[in-house]
């Protein structure tokens, strides 16, 4: 068996783990090009049907082509689509663009609080997300299946051992958990099997006009592009082979304190 058909297989066998095992499964879809993979893949896991609901967190900020991509995929996949906004917190202009809270508290209110009204309300108990290891290094710290508390609080340092492929997915009943079927996977593959499947990914993952192209995709205030000539998906492959700059360069939010991304994740951030 090739690579890339190694890891989609790892990844279909815990999607359909975390289906039978979770009474109100959900899958996070943040319309970037890992979520977009995870999609795929719970399409091929259960024969052309997603069934489950994808919650997309929308803070309002995001880039215009971002949701156009999201509607475009849900009306002709035939998606169910959850949409979590924390609209008090819009309302009261208590936000990073405004200037009334730091990107982190940003984060934090927008996407996490906005998360946990979601769960609360549609009473999810296993979310699907799209995390991987190499991403960012708190999510090293990660496991396939990986529960939090009633308050979405995660305990890096508390994880159940996964040795074998022998993946821990019994929990108390009302347990907040996890499910990361993408954990193994580099940026690279993600690309890789884009290329291979034919996946639509957002236009703004290839190099404008300017010579620019976001590599991560986030709220706009927040989220930078890098210089560019990448315009295809095979440009993109042959650009990672080179580059040592880091995935989430362009996240403003991760730069703010060196602790910061992992303060966020430990809270109930993605």
């Known amino acids: 068996m090739d690579p890339l058909s190694a890891l989609e297989h790892q990844s279909l066998y815990i999607l359909r783990e975390a289906f039978s095992r979770f009474d109100r499964p959900a899958m996070l879809w943040s319309i970037g090009k890992d979520s977009t993979v995870l999609l795929w893949l719970a399409r091929k896991a259960f024969f052309g049907h997603v069934p489950f609901p994808l919650v997309h967190v929308d803070t309002s900020y995001k880039i215009p082509s971002m949701i156009e991509f999201r509607d475009r995929l849900v009306r002709e996949w035939g998606l169910e689509l959850v949409v979590g906004r924390n609209d008090p917190v819009l309302a009261s202009g208590a936000v990073f663009p405004t200037g009334r809270a730091t990107r982190v508290e940003c984060c934090g209110r927008l996407k996490r609080d906005a998360l946990q009204q979601v769960i609360e309300t549609h009473g999810f108990t296993g979310i699907i997300v799209g995390v991987r290891r190499d991403e960012e290094p708190t999510r090293a710290k990660e496991r396939y299946f990986s529960p939090r508390d009633r308050d979405m609080r995660w305990q890096a340092d508390d994880q159940p051992p996964e040795f074998w492929d022998q993946f821990n997915s ?101």
């Open 170 to 270: 019994e929990f108390p009943p009302d347990a907040h958990v996890r499910v990361h079927p993408l954990l193994h996977w580099t940026e690279l593959d993600v690309w890789e099997y884009i290329e291979r499947e034919a996946i639509p990914v957002s236009p703004l993952y290839f190099a404008n006009q300017r010579g620019e192209r976001y590599r991560s995709l986030g709220c706009a205030p927040c989220t930078a592009p890098i210089a560019s000539a990448a315009r295809t998906v095979r440009d993109i492959v042959e650009e990672l082979r080179l580059t040592r700059t880091p995935e989430r360069a362009g996240r403003a939010q991760d730069q703010e304190s060196e602790d910061a991304f992992e303060r966020l994740r430990r809270d109930g951030y993605m």
